[in-house]
DNA sequence: TTACTTGCTCTAGCAACTGGAGCTTCAAGA
DNA sequence: TCTTGAAGCTCCAGTTGCTAGAGCAAGTAA
């Protein structure tokens, strides 16, 4: 049995983001030991483990606590995984997306900083301007 | 003189959040009309649209804070513009990277979801999965 | 003038944690 | 066995960047 700081260090997620988890329901309420100390098996560690890889790529928690359920049943059709998925993926792109656009940007503005005073900084103006805009979708 | 909804429907800012740049301190507390309704002028639309644009490009509020005081002040040199521009530079790179490899990983997953039952379903599994895991860096 | 929309302030809430205060329990060395 | 220091506990507050609601006042068009 582990307890919460070996979890952690195991899983690589901090001890109170780990009773957070527990406080919210992505993990069920740990066994204590005597002195009222969470304590964890490897089930836990493999549960924490797909939560922090899932964080890592983006899931927010409510997807990841319908995956968590769908895993617990796994008899059902992965229909559902597999829109979760590609719904994440979706956003992922629009993501990449928009942070292509801010580094071009962005190199474009530290390439034309000349080094003189703000007034001629296109750092600024860059941002300021709706001409150089990359998106003109106002209505978002 | 505009009044806020107008304002925030010509910057694409929504009112409530103008609101809120105002209680933070990122625009000036705006002129009332003689009912205490907020009035603002054609810089307000500027300075909003700058904020605007720069929140879309990824900038948090404390640097854009910084980018717009060196913006009320054109005569310093840009130096410090150009600083806060490298510094959100390299963050994109970063993100974009993470990002890069989740896109992977999500195009993977959903690729390999062949229609089966949750049980042979990969995008459980490759969560769950530490060899799988394209960020191995357990720290941090 | 009467509606109706928009505005006002204030408070509370969202995600997804993070950190602190003040206390208890555990593990290891002397 | 005692002691010391790390690690655990609960509870509460704060973070960022908003968003939403209550309960009003002000502005506007017919």
Redesign the pocket.
């Known amino acids: 049995m ?7 260090a195991r899983t690589g ?12 329901g992505l993990l069920a309420e ?1 066994d ?8 964890y098996d490897e089930k836990a560690v493999e549960r924490l483990t797909f ?1 922090r890889h899932a ?1 890592e790529l983006g ?6 606590r319908e995956l968590l359920s769908l895993s617990d049943q796994p008899d059902i059709p992965c229909g559902a995984a597999d829109m979760i998925a590609r719904r994440q993926l979706d956003a992922v792109r629009e993501r990449m997306l928009r942070l292509k656009a801010l580094q071009t940007e962005l190199e474009r503005m530290v390439a034309q900083c000349a080094h003189g005073t703000i007034s001629d900084c296109r750092v600024i103006e860059v941002l300021g301007n709706h001409d150089l805009c990359l998106h003109p979708d106002h209505g978002h």
């Open positions: 582990l307890s919460i700081g070996k979890l952690g997620v901090k001890v109170p983001t780990i009773r957070y988890y527990e406080q919210i740990a204590r030991s005597a002195g009222n100390q969470r304590l939560i964080r899931f927010p928690l409510d997807a990841i």
